[in-house]
C-alpha cells in the first residue's frame, strides 16, 4: 500500500496547441514547490501523481502544492494491486466509519472483469457489511470514496478531494513588476495578477533613515508569502530619499504625495522594463484613500509611457482585500505598525483631486531626471 497525490489541473486543458507548454510550466512549478521534499512526479491520463515520497510528509506536501497555481483539485490516494481484496482493504483504510457514502469507480483498466458499476457496488457492499454505522447515499453522501483502476494494473483509492489555488500556471502570461509597499493591499494585488499565470517581480521604495529597517525587513516577509504563490521573485528595493527631500524643500507640501507617486511609477517602469516586465501592478482600489482617486490614478499614471498598468483591486473593498490577505498569510506582518516612505513628510491637506498644470508646474521646479537615475542607481535586489 504506497500513498500518492492525485493533482487535477484546471483551465490548463483548455488551451488547445498551447497545451504541452502550459503542462510543462505546471510540473515545473510542482518541482520548485516540493524543492528539498524526496517524491516524483509522474504525467497519468490527464492528472499528474506524485509518489515515492515518506508517508509522514503527506501533509506538507498538500500544503506546499495548494499554492500552485493551475491546480483545481487534489486527492490523497493508496495505491494498491487491482484486487477487489486489495481495494477493499485500502477503502476501509482510507474510508470514514460513520455517516453517508458512495463508491465513484473510474476504470481505465478494460481487462478487469468487472464494469465501474459493479465494482462501485461490491466495494461499498462490503464496507457496509464491515462497518455497520456506515448508510449509502447516491445523490447526496458525506464521502464519496474514489476508485480509479489504471491501465497499469493499480487501483487508486481515495477519499474525496481537497481544492487547488485554481488558475494558470505561474509563467505562462508574461511577468509584471508589482509595487510592493508594506501594508495590506499589494500582496493581495501580486497574488490576483500571479493566479493568471503571470510571473512577479517586486519593487519597494524606503525613505531611509525615515524609515527604520524593520520596515524593510517587513516587505522583505511579505515578498516571501508571496514568492510562495509565484515560485520565487526578485526583490528590487529603491532608496527614495533625496526625492522626498527634494519635494519637502522645493515643492508645495500639498504635492508630497502626489508627486512621490509619479517618481514611484516612472522608477518602477524603468527598472520593469530592464527586466522584461510586461505591465506595472499596483494595490491601488478606487478611492480608498486621498491619493487613489480617479484623477490621482490619472496623474500618476501618467508618467508610465511603455507599459500597461495593471490595478487588480480597484473594484474591492477594504473588507474583501482583507479576507483575501489572511487567506493567503500575508494579513499579520501587513499590520505590523511601521513607517511607509509615503508617510514621511505627510502634509496635514493632501491635494485629493490634483490638477495635472499644478502637478506640472510644482514637477517643474525640480530635476526629475536626475532624481530618478540616483534613485535607481540606489537599487538592491533580493532574491526570494
Ligand atoms: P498598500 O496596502 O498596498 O500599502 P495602500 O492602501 O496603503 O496600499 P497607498 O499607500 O495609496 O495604498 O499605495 C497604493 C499603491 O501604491 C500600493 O498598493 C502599492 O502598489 C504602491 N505603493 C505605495 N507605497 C509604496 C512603496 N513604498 N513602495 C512600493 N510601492 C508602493
Ligand atoms: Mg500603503
Given at each position: 500500500m504506497e500513498k500518492v497525490i492525485i493533482v487535477r489541473y484546471s483551465e490548463i486543458h483548455l488551451k488547445g496547441n498551447n497545451r504541452g507548454y502550459f503542462e510543462r510550466s505546471f510540473a515545473e512549478n510542482m518541482e520548485k514547490a516540493l524543492r528539498g521534499i524526496k517524491h516524483e512526479i509522474r504525467k497519468h491520463s490527464g492528472r499528474y501523481l506524485i509518489e515515492g515520497?515518506?508517508?509522514?510528509?503527506t501533509d506538507e506536501i498538500v500544503a506546499r502544492l495548494?499554492?500552485?497555481?493551475?491546480?483545481?483539485t487534489m486527492s490523497v490516494a493508496i495505491s494498491v494491486k487491482s484486487d477487489l481484496d486489495e481495494i477493499f482493504r485500502a477503502a476501509c483504510k482510507i474510508g470514514p466509519d460513520y455517516g453517508t457514502f458512495k463508491v465513484e469507480t473510474h476504470r481505465a483498466d478494460k481487462k478487469f472483469p468487472m464494469n465501474s458499476m459493479e465494482i462501485s457496488a461490491a466495494i461499498g457492499g462490503r464496507l457496509l457489511d464491515y462497518k455497520p454505522e456506515l448508510k449509502v447515499d447516491i445523490h447526496n453522501p458525506q464521502t464519496v470514496i474514489g476508485l480509479d483502476l489504471r491501465e497499469n494494473g493499480t487501483t487508486l483509492v481515495f477519499n474525496g478531494m481537497i481544492r487547488g489555488a485554481g488558475g494558470m500556471p505561474v509563467g505562462t502570461a508574461g511577468k509584471g513588476m508589482l509595487l510592493i509597499s508594506g501594508g495590506i493591499d499589494s500582496p493581495v494585488a501580486g497574488q490576483m495578477i500571479a493566479k493568471r499565470g503571470m510571473k512577479i517581480e517586486c519593487v519597494h521604495f524606503h525613505s531611509y533613515p525615515y524609515t527604520n529597517m524593520q520596515a524593510r525587513e517587513k516587505v522583505e516577509e511579505l515578498a516571501s508569502v508571496l514568492a510562495g504563490y509565484t515560485c520565487g521573485t526578485n526583490l528590487h528595493i529603491v532608496k527614495v530619499t533625496h526625492i522626498q527631500e527634494e519635494i519637502h524643500k522645493?515643492?508645495?507640501?500639498?504635492y508630497m504625495v502626489t508627486l512621490l507617486r509619479r517618481f514611484m511609477m516612472r522608477i518602477a517602469e524603468r527598472l520593469a522594463l530592464r527586466h522584461g516586465c510586461q505591465c506595472l501592478i499596483t494595490g491601488e482600489s478606487l478611492g480608498q484613500v486621498a491619493s487613489q482617486t480617479i484623477e490621482g490614478m490619472t496623474s500618476s499614471g501618467?508618467?508610465?509611457?511603455k507599459l500597461p498598468i495593471l490595478r487588480?483591486?480597484?473594484?474591492?473593498d477594504k473588507n474583501e482585500i482583507i479576507e483575501r490577505s489572511r487567506a493567503m498569510g500575508a494579513y499579520e506582518i501587513s499590520i505590523r505598525p511601521y513607517e511607509d516612505c509615503?508617510?514621511?513628510?505627510?502634509?496635514?491637506h493632501p491635494v485629493i483631486r490634483p490638477k495635472m498644470e499644478d502637478i506640472l508646474a510644482e514637477e517643474a521646479k525640480l530635476d526629475v531626471e536626475a532624481l530618478i537615475d540616483e534613485a535607481l542607481a540606489s537599487t538592491e535586489t533580493v532574491k526570494l
Amino acid at each position: 500500500m504506497e500513498k500518492v497525490i492525485i493533482v487535477r489541473y484546471s483551465e490548463i486543458h483548455l488551451k488547445g496547441n498551447n497545451r504541452g507548454y502550459f503542462e510543462r510550466s505546471f510540473a515545473e512549478n510542482m518541482e520548485k514547490a516540493l524543492r528539498g521534499i524526496k517524491h516524483e512526479i509522474r504525467k497519468h491520463s490527464g492528472r499528474y501523481l506524485i509518489e515515492g515520497f515518506d508517508d509522514e510528509l503527506t501533509d506538507e506536501i498538500v500544503a506546499r502544492l495548494s499554492k500552485v497555481f493551475g491546480i483545481h483539485t487534489m486527492s490523497v490516494a493508496i495505491s494498491v494491486k487491482s484486487d477487489l481484496d486489495e481495494i477493499f482493504r485500502a477503502a476501509c483504510k482510507i474510508g470514514p466509519d460513520y455517516g453517508t457514502f458512495k463508491v465513484e469507480t473510474h476504470r481505465a483498466d478494460k481487462k478487469f472483469p468487472m464494469n465501474s458499476m459493479e465494482i462501485s457496488a461490491a466495494i461499498g457492499g462490503r464496507l457496509l457489511d464491515y462497518k455497520p454505522e456506515l448508510k449509502v447515499d447516491i445523490h447526496n453522501p458525506q464521502t464519496v470514496i474514489g476508485l480509479d483502476l489504471r491501465e497499469n494494473g493499480t487501483t487508486l483509492v481515495f477519499n474525496g478531494m481537497i481544492r487547488g489555488a485554481g488558475g494558470m500556471p505561474v509563467g505562462t502570461a508574461g511577468k509584471g513588476m508589482l509595487l510592493i509597499s508594506g501594508g495590506i493591499d499589494s500582496p493581495v494585488a501580486g497574488q490576483m495578477i500571479a493566479k493568471r499565470g503571470m510571473k512577479i517581480e517586486c519593487v519597494h521604495f524606503h525613505s531611509y533613515p525615515y524609515t527604520n529597517m524593520q520596515a524593510r525587513e517587513k516587505v522583505e516577509e511579505l515578498a516571501s508569502v508571496l514568492a510562495g504563490y509565484t515560485c520565487g521573485t526578485n526583490l528590487h528595493i529603491v532608496k527614495v530619499t533625496h526625492i522626498q527631500e527634494e519635494i519637502h524643500k522645493k515643492c508645495n507640501g500639498e504635492y508630497m504625495v502626489t508627486l512621490l507617486r509619479r517618481f514611484m511609477m516612472r522608477i518602477a517602469e524603468r527598472l520593469a522594463l530592464r527586466h522584461g516586465c510586461q505591465c506595472l501592478i499596483t494595490g491601488e482600489s478606487l478611492g480608498q484613500v486621498a491619493s487613489q482617486t480617479i484623477e490621482g490614478m490619472t496623474s500618476s499614471g501618467s508618467v508610465v509611457e511603455k507599459l500597461p498598468i495593471l490595478r487588480p483591486l480597484c473594484g474591492f473593498d477594504k473588507n474583501e482585500i482583507i479576507e483575501r490577505s489572511r487567506a493567503m498569510g500575508a494579513y499579520e506582518i501587513s499590520i505590523r505598525p511601521y513607517e511607509d516612505c509615503c508617510t514621511v513628510f505627510l502634509p496635514r491637506h493632501p491635494v485629493i483631486r490634483p490638477k495635472m498644470e499644478d502637478i506640472l508646474a510644482e514637477e517643474a521646479k525640480l530635476d526629475v531626471e536626475a532624481l530618478i537615475d540616483e534613485a535607481l542607481a540606489s537599487t538592491e535586489t533580493v532574491k526570494l
